[in-house]
């Protein structure tokens, strides 16, 4: 067992209170002292009175965006290694989440094993299976609307004049989880 002191400090941001508890157990019996935080707000709390040097956000935090807080938990803690889990998974978020500082963006379910190999992962694996599947249309539409959303700082009426379709059609849309590929 390893001295509390010396325990990596992992801050898990996610509103699913279950969700939290799971993992929050298993990352800590893998040597983690796990701070569990259900809001931005309180997980920027937390993180200001003593930053980790881990972190595991939830994309949608109840309506609020997990990307919203990499760039402060930047500010924080430089050498922080965050990775962004998702049940809202595209390409859009992927690649902003790795922009604004995430070591690594998984989709949900991610096991515990899973999440340590995220944070392991200092580059990117030259082995990574390569799908011979293209994506599906209505998979290819979600990615689509989801970039225009983050064109537009995630305005929904601006997102849904631009792609030509009604507000309501779109929040729909939006409503839905993501086609799988």
């Known amino acids: 067992m390893i001295a509390a002191a010396a325990q ?13 508890k799971v993992l929050g157990n298993a990352l800590g019996r893998r040597g983690f002292a796990v701070i569990v935080a259900h809001r931005s707000d309180t997980a ?9 040097q881990y972190a595991v956000v939830d994309l949608n935090l109840a309506g609020d965006s997990g990307l ?8 924080l803690n430089a050498a922080i290694r965050i990775v962004v889990l998702t049940g809202y998974a595209s390409l859009a978020t ?6 604004l500082g995430a070591v690594n963006y998984l989709a949900k379910p ?4 899973q999440v340590l190999a995220a944070f392991a992962a200092t580059a990117g694996d030259p082995a990574a299976p390569v799908s011979a ?3 599906s249309v209505n998979r290819l539409e979600w990615e ?3 970039r225009v959303l983050r064109d537009n700082d995630g305005n929904i009426s601006a997102t849904a004049r631009q792609l030509d379709m009604h507000r309501r059609t779109l929040q729909r849309k939006l409503a839905k989880r993501p086609v799988k590929a």
Do not use: S
């Open 144 to 146: 689509h609307i989801q």
């Open 110 to 113: 991610a096991d515990t094993d």
């Open 68 to 75: 919203r807080l990499i760039p402060e938990l930047l500010a």
């Open 8 to 20: 990596p400090r992992l801050l898990l941001v996610d509103d699913d209170p279950t969700f939290c």
């Open 44 to 52: 920027l709390h937390q993180a200001r009175i003593d930053p980790p």
């Open 133 to 135: 599947r293209p994506l």
């Open 94 to 99: 992927a690649v902003e989440a790795i922009k």
